[in-house]
């Protein structure tokens, strides 16, 4: 959990891994937007793959090629003012983008659910789930324009939770996107009793569930007017917690989805793990995961 004094000015650097790819550019386009919000410094990597990549004149092509793709990439970053580095890398896609955040002290990853495949060069698809898994910073991931409309400027955030650490992890970026942005924040936690195995018939079980899920939701609102967010909107739902998000978004108008990537396992409640995976390959807004610490 953020402190709040810490909420305000947590996007000082992100990075854009491309490919040149169309949902590469989707990407580009949410990560200059935020970058223009935060003043933020841009870095655009571009990786060649080391397990498909010859040696030779092929593997100078390819190179050239992708730096050209960051040039580009900076280039058009640059037209909005924003201060930009570029890098172009030959390694293993994910563990490339890993190590670059941790080395540039990278705060916020941005990229496309899918790039371009083909022996020469790709990027996201397989890769974006890895880094989604292993980041230790938040990564937003957004795909083309073809599968969604662009929701930027954010006014309307869904923060599912479940109580646990993993689950809160993601309530300090989220209320300070929507610091930035004057945006809404929903606070949704679902009770799944169907996979915990109750019976919601039962009186006592079923009134430790909502008090569990009010306390959830209550942390987020409680943090969000700390901060000063224009609008809390809290949701206590029976069902699936990954039918519940996809849902809640659709009929909310959200523009950004805020989650942890692990919840809590247990009897009385979880969220995350795979849920947050589903909601990543099919949400039709962007979404924004957050691992916690460790």
Same mark, same amino acid.
């Given at each position: 959990?953020?402190?709040?004094?810490?909420?305000?000015?947590?996007?000082?650097?992100? +990075?854009? !891994?491309? #490919? &040149? *790819?169309?949902?590469?550019? /989707? %990407?580009?386009?949410? @990560?200059?937007?935020? $970058?223009? =919000?935060?003043?933020?410094?841009?870095?655009?990597?571009?990786?060649?793959?080391?397990?498909?990549?010859?040696?030779?004149?092929?593997?100078?092509?390819?190179?050239?090629?992708?730096?050209?793709?960051?040039?580009?990439?900076?280039?058009?970053?640059?037209?909005?003012?924003?201060?930009?580095?570029?890098?172009?890398?030959?390694?293993?896609?994910?563990?490339?983008?890993?190590?670059?955040?941790?080395?540039?002290?990278?705060?916020?990853?941005?990229?496309?659910?899918?790039?371009?495949?083909?022996?020469?060069?790709?990027?996201?698809?397989?890769?974006?789930?890895?880094?989604?898994?292993?980041?230790?910073?938040?990564?937003?991931?957004?795909?083309?324009?073809?599968?969604?409309?662009?929701?930027?400027?954010?006014?309307?955030? +869904?923060? !599912?939770? #479940? &109580? *646990?650490?993993?689950?809160? /992890? %993601?309530?300090?970026? @989220?209320?300070?996107? $929507?610091? =930035?942005?004057?945006?809404?924040?929903?606070?949704?936690?679902?009770?799944?009793?169907?996979?915990?195995?109750?019976?919601?018939?039962?009186?006592?079980?079923?009134?430790?569930?909502?008090?569990?899920?009010?306390?959830?939701?209550?942390?987020?609102?409680?943090?969000?007017?700390?901060?000063?967010?224009?609008?809390?909107?809290?949701?206590?739902?029976?069902?699936?917690?990954?039918?519940?998000?996809?849902?809640?978004?659709?009929?909310?108008?959200?523009?950004?989805?805020?989650?942890?990537?692990?919840?809590?396992?247990?009897?009385?409640?979880?969220?995350?793990?795979?849920?947050?995976?589903?909601?990543?390959?099919?949400?039709?807004?962007?979404?924004?995961?957050?691992?916690?610490?460790?």
């Amino acid at each position: 959990m953020w402190p709040p004094e810490q909420i305000q000015s947590v996007f000082d650097n992100i +990075l854009i !891994p491309t #490919d &040149g *790819s169309d949902c590469a550019q /989707a %990407a580009l386009g949410y @990560a200059t937007d935020l $970058a223009t =919000r935060y003043e933020a410094n841009v870095h655009a990597l571009c990786v060649a793959d080391s397990r498909t990549l010859d040696t030779g004149p092929q593997s100078d092509e390819v190179r050239n090629e992708l730096a050209a793709v960051a040039e580009r990439t900076c280039a058009e970053l640059s037209q909005s003012g924003i201060s930009t580095q570029q890098a172009v890398k030959t390694d293993i896609p994910h563990k490339a983008i890993l190590r670059y955040a941790t080395e540039q002290e990278i705060d916020l990853i941005v990229m496309g659910t899918h790039g371009r495949t083909g022996v020469e060069r790709y990027l996201l698809g397989s890769v974006t789930e890895k880094v989604v898994r292993l980041s230790d910073v938040p990564v937003l991931t957004v795909k083309t324009e073809d599968d969604g409309n662009v929701t930027y400027p954010y006014t309307d955030i +869904l923060v !599912p939770t #479940d &109580g *646990s650490e993993g689950a809160e /992890a %993601a309530i300090g970026p @989220a209320v300070s996107v $929507a610091s =930035r942005y004057d945006a809404r924040i929903h606070a949704y936690s679902v009770i799944d009793t169907v996979a915990i195995g109750v019976d919601v018939r039962s009186g006592a079980i079923l009134e430790a569930l909502e008090e569990s899920a009010q306390s959830a939701v209550d942390t987020i609102e409680e943090q969000a007017t700390q901060a000063s967010v224009s609008a809390v909107e809290t949701a206590i739902e029976y069902g699936s917690p990954y039918r519940g998000i996809r849902s809640y978004v659709e009929e909310h108008d959200i523009d950004l989805v805020v989650m942890g990537t692990h919840g809590r396992s247990g009897l009385e409640r979880y969220l995350l793990g795979s849920v947050a995976e589903k909601t990543v390959r099919t949400s039709p807004v962007p979404v924004m995961t957050v691992r916690q610490p460790e």
